[in-house]
């Protein structure tokens, strides 16, 4: 595990680097879902022949998994991109191939419209693009979601999400999911469907709502699909998953 500061008041971001092989291939930069951590999601996807040589940042939003906590943030999705911006700078690190789950894909094509300079292709894993409702923070403020709501989401989610999200900062928790809420911009309609980064999306078999998108499909965007895989493909199946990955990329073409 390393850190790189990103502030507010010196935070830092945590994170797993894999060397690689000294290769030219560009990074390949890991965000995770609401909840979640990276290393304990994607590290046995990293791992796979098939994705193996390449310099692999597993990255942990603040809030979540090994990165501080700071009092002084938002968790909004355009204060996560700007941290991981921060990060990827500090980092020496640009035209990345980025891979984004769930709320890390919406973090991720706001990253990507916000610094396309930080992102070569962006590969989005069932991401969050559209406000949804979100019942286990709207009902409640910061306090009360500390006091009892963070317990009740625990015990709702079962016992493999619960695993990584008792490392978030319940306050991290609650803002990352009102930021997903009905306020959230439509990041599909507005920034991904005429965003100028190569893109493409990966979904698992047993969700199956991406590829029938007419938006998607004009837009050229490619979709690949995750056999015997649900919203946590990567967990499902990382051998498919990282075998998506590559295939993606190989279809994207190589970054300019």
């Known amino acids: 595990m390393k850190h790189v500061e990103v502030g507010p008041d010196g935070a830092q971001l945590g994170y797993v680097e894999l060397d690689g ?28 022949p098939v994705l193996a040589g390449r310099r692999v940042l597993m990255i942990d939003f603040l809030g979540f998994g090994l990165s501080d906590r700071p009092t002084g943030f938002g968790y909004t999705l ?23 789950h769930s709320m890390g894909g919406g973090i991720a094509v706001v990253l990507a419209d916000r610094r396309p300079d930080l992102v070569g292709r962006l590969l989005l894993a069932e991401p969050s693009l559209r406000p949804s409702p979100r019942p286990f923070a709207e009902p409640f403020t910061d306090d009360e979601f500390v006091a009892f709501g963070f317990q009740q989401q625990l015990a709702a989610v079962g016992h493999r999400w619960a695993a990584t999200m008792r490392l978030a ?21 507005d920034v991904l469907l005429t965003l100028a980064v190569p893109r493409a999306i990966i979904e698992g078999e047993l969700s199956g ?27 499902d199946n990382p051998v498919g998953f990282a075998r998506a990955i590559a295939e993606s990329l190989d279809e994207l073409g190589a970054t300019g």
Do not use: K, Q
């Not at 355009?78 to 700078?89: F, K, M, P, T, W």
């Not at 004009?218 to 946590?232: D, E, M, S």
């Open 21 to 48: 092989d000294g290769s030219s291939s560009p990074t390949l930069v890991y965000l995770h879902g609401l909840g979640a951590c990276s290393p304990v999601y994607f590290a046995r996807t990293a791992a796979e």
């Open 78 to 100: 355009d204060e996560h991109a700007d941290a991981i911006a921060r990060g990827l700078d500090a980092l020496g690190v640009s035209g990345a191939d980025v891979i984004g």
């Open 169 to 189: 900062d319940p306050v991290a928790m609650h803002r990352s999911e009102l930021a997903l809420g009905p306020g959230m911009r439509n990041l599909h309609d």
């Open 209 to 235: 709502w991406l590829s029938g998108d007419p938006t998607i499909c004009a837009a050229g965007i490619p979709v690949r699909v995750v056999a015997g895989a649900g919203h946590v493909m990567m967990l």
